[in-house]
């Protein structure tokens, strides 16, 4: 059965309610990956989004078709895997619970910590293997393996996004209450 079209309708919302409803999700790169524990929304009008001036050749993928990957190389130096949704946003997936290749994602880290594999948006590229080549590629098929969660956490933890310098009360960063695996704690509520 082509789950394809499927797919391409999840992530063809706001970026808010995909990354919402991506904690829970599972996704794997070539065998090796885990359970969605940490997500980031960023839309076109945010000022903390890529796509805010519009299309260059370094964000071509977020204007992309939904269910494509936007990869990109943070402070020049880890890559970080979005979902790009609408046409100009996307979901950062910042935190996976690894579940599967744990041997490989190991030996990519350097490191036997589960907890430090995939708890951070470039631990998790560097644990599944992904960089620049994975960019505009369909999160829909190989070399990914996508599947939204049966059902959101009624407690998801949300609060604003973290490592930014615009837009920083924006409360679009999401996660999996009690997960040891996010890649900071959520601040506590004032």
């Not at 949704?85 to 619970?97: D, K, Q």
């Amino acid at each position: 059965m082509d789950t394809t079209p499927a797919l391409t309708a999840f992530f063809a919302r706001p970026a808010g309610d995909v990354a919402r409803d991506m904690v829970g999700a599972v996704l794997f790169v070539h065998g090796a990956g885990g359970i969605v524990v940490e997500t980031e929304a960023y839309a076109p009008d945010d000022p903390a989004s890529h796509s805010f001036r519009g299309p260059t050749p370094r964000n071509a993928s977020m204007f992309a078709a939904p269910g494509t990957a936007y990869v990109y190389r943070s402070y020049g130096i880890h890559w970080c895997l979005n979902a790009v949704c609408l046409p100009g946003s996307a979901v950062l997936i910042r935190a996976i619970e690894p579940t599967a290749g744990l041997d490989r994602m190991a030996a990519r880290r350097g490191t036997e910590s589960r907890k430090l594999l995939c708890s951070g948006p470039g631990r998790l590229c560097q644990a599944l293997g992904v960089d620049a080549s994975f960019d505009g590629l369909a999160l829909t098929g190989s070399p990914f393996d996508f599947s939204p969660g049966k059902a959101r956490p009624a407690d998801l933890l949300v609060g604003p996004r973290i490592g930014l310098t615009r837009a920083t009360e924006t409360p679009w960063r999401f996660g999996l209450p009690a997960s040891p695996y996010l890649s900071r704690p959520f601040r506590k509520p004032a």
